[in-house]
């Protein structure tokens, strides 16, 4: 049956973190190849659609991060519309509102999700009927991140990061996120990458098949000692104090402690979610970081859900 338009959408759209991260030389296009393990977590911003009769695409952001977010033409989400919009002949605009609780440049896909919210959104406030494979292709074209938003769950990245295929994962991870103050620039951490090894050294990225294995456990504590960044040394190096907020993770009982993607968002891996609790306390009460955020994990992507009173 066809899903008719609608007049107002929301979708709620999750974070992401990687827990394997296995970068490669750079590709003649400047990308890297990559073998990646995605998981989205419980920790969203809401993206409303509202369609406008002027074909005019607009975006207000809401929200703690919102002054760091451009509210123009370049905003992904507003990308995002206007890459369907141009497509589909569609003849209606559209007023994004993006409520964020995602850091911004925290190597958690805000942006990322943001406008894989927006073409879930968009599909459904124009009645475009498009396949969630229709979807995943115009993501690729968005950003490497942007598939992987609308599947979710737990999935392998390969390619750039945008050729995404579920794998299994059991029970719920208790995560921790430690907020920086301001962000790292994700082009700028792959060139420190580049910069801190010997390319003709580097091998072609692969998935630690022991972190597949241990997904099948549901144990953090077989999880813990898999995973692994890449790109954590050259975030290191552009922003050394992360270190000393993964040392005291470590030390208020993580099992393990990470930088997020790109950074500098740090997470750890807590036992269970009441030991999450007094981590995400301790954190807050060090110092150490802007914000503290708690989320499980795996959860599903980008999702349509009932929008807020207008
Ligand atoms: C590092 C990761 C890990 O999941 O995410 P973040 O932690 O920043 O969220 C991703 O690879 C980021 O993906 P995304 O943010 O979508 O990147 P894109 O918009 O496609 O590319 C932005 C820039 O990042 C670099 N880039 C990105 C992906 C990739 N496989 N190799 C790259 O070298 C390129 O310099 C590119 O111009
Ligand atoms: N909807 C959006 N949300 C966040 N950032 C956005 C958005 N649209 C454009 N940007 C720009 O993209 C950059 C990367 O943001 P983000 O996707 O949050 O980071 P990361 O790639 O580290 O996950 C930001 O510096 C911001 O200027």
Same mark, same amino acid.
């Given at each position: 049956?066809?899903?008719?338009?609608?007049? *107002?959408?929301?979708?709620?759209?999750?974070?992401?973190?990687?827990?394997?991260?296995?970068?490669?030389?750079?590709?003649?296009? #400047?990308?890297?190849?990559?073998?990646?393990?995605?998981?989205?977590?419980?920790?969203?911003?809401?993206?409303? %659609?509202?369609?406008?009769?002027?074909?005019?695409?607009?975006?207000?952001?809401?929200?703690?991060?919102?002054?760091?977010?451009?509210?123009?033409?370049?905003?992904?989400?507003?990308?995002?519309?206007?890459?369907?919009?141009?497509?589909?002949?569609?003849?209606?605009?559209?007023?994004?509102?993006? $409520?964020?609780?995602?850091?911004?440049?925290?190597?958690?896909?805000?942006?990322?999700?943001?406008?894989?919210?927006? !073409?879930?959104?968009?599909?459904?406030?124009?009645?475009?009927?498009?396949? @969630?494979?229709?979807?995943?292709?115009?993501?690729?074209? !968005?950003?490497?991140?942007?598939?992987?938003?609308?599947?979710?769950?737990?999935?392998?990245?390969?390619?750039?990061?945008? *050729?995404?295929?579920?794998?299994?994962?059991?029970?719920?991870?208790?995560?921790?996120?430690?907020?920086?103050?301001?962000?790292?620039?994700?082009?700028?951490?792959?060139?420190?990458?580049? $910069?801190?090894?010997?390319?003709?050294?580097?091998?072609?990225?692969?998935?630690?098949?022991?972190?597949?294995?241990?997904?099948?456990?549901?144990?953090?504590?077989?999880?813990?000692?898999?995973?692994?960044?890449?790109? *954590?040394?050259?975030?290191?190096?552009? $922003?050394?104090?992360?270190?000393?907020?993964? *040392?005291?993770?470590?030390?208020?009982?993580?099992? %393990?402690?990470?930088?997020?993607?790109?950074?500098?968002?740090?997470?750890?891996?807590?036992?269970? @979610? $009441?030991?999450?609790?007094?981590?995400?306390?301790?954190? %807050?009460?060090? #110092? !150490?970081?802007?914000?503290?955020?708690?989320?499980?994990?795996?959860?599903?992507?980008?999702?349509?859900?009932?929008?807020?009173?207008?």
């Amino acid at each position: 049956m066809p899903v008719p338009p609608a007049s *107002q959408v929301t979708v709620r759209a999750p974070a992401k973190i990687n827990l394997g991260l296995a970068v490669g030389a750079p590709r003649p296009d #400047g990308f890297h190849p990559l073998a990646t393990v995605y998981q989205a977590v419980a920790l969203y911003d809401d993206v409303t %659609a509202v369609s406008r009769e002027d074909g005019e695409i607009t975006v207000e952001v809401l929200g703690d991060f919102a002054a760091e977010v451009p509210a123009d033409d370049t905003n992904l989400a507003a990308r995002a519309a206007r890459l369907l919009q141009t497509e589909y002949d569609v003849e209606a605009g559209v007023e994004l509102t993006i $409520r964020k609780t995602i850091p911004v440049a925290g190597g958690m896909a805000g942006g990322s999700t943001d406008a894989a919210a927006t !073409l879930v959104a968009c599909n459904r406030l124009w009645g475009l009927q498009l396949t @969630s494979a229709d979807l995943e292709r115009h993501a690729a074209v !968005l950003g490497s991140d942007v598939p992987f938003c609308l599947v979710g769950h737990t999935a392998l990245g390969r390619g750039r990061g945008e *050729q995404v295929t579920e794998v299994m994962s059991r029970g719920t991870f208790h995560w921790v996120f430690a907020i920086a103050d301001g962000g790292l620039s994700t082009p700028k951490v792959y060139g420190e990458l580049d $910069r801190l090894r010997p390319l003709r050294r580097v091998e072609p990225p692969e998935v630690d098949p022991e972190l597949l294995s241990a997904l099948l456990t549901g144990e953090p504590a077989a999880l813990a000692p898999v995973l692994s960044n890449d790109l *954590q040394a050259a975030a290191l190096s552009l $922003r050394p104090k992360l270190g000393e907020t993964l *040392q005291f993770g470590l030390e208020r009982g993580a099992l %393990a402690a990470m930088v997020s993607g790109s950074g500098p968002t740090c997470l750890f891996l807590a036992p269970d @979610s $009441r030991r999450a609790v007094d981590l995400a306390v301790d954190l %807050a009460d060090s #110092g !150490l970081c802007r914000m503290v955020r708690q989320a499980e994990g795996p959860v599903p992507g980008a999702r349509i859900i009932p929008g807020p009173a207008r």
